[in-house]
């Protein structure tokens, strides 16, 4: 995501736990975006079930190429 946001986005945060890529709980910085979307998509893979979860759209997108790499 390309987003200036992302480092500090609750959403965003919420999002990667869901992936559990991070465990840690959102610091007091942290920045609540607008009118957010989210898609979860569930996955039936033989006697399992997986959800994949993505930010869709946001209100508060400002665009900062590469933002998800740092």
């Not at 559990?20 to 898609?39: P, V």
């Not at 399992?48 to 740092?70: H, M, Q």
């Amino acid at each position: 995501m390309n987003c200036r946001h992302t480092t500090q986005c609750s959403t965003y945060l919420f999002v990667k736990r869901q992936h559990q890529k991070i465990n840690k709980k959102n610091n007091s910085n942290s920045f609540c975006a607008d009118n957010t979307t989210i898609i979860v998509t569930t996955n039936r893979p033989k006697h399992s079930v997986t959800l994949d979860w993505d930010v869709r759209e946001c209100g508060s997108f400002a665009e900062k190429p590469d933002s998800w790499l740092n």
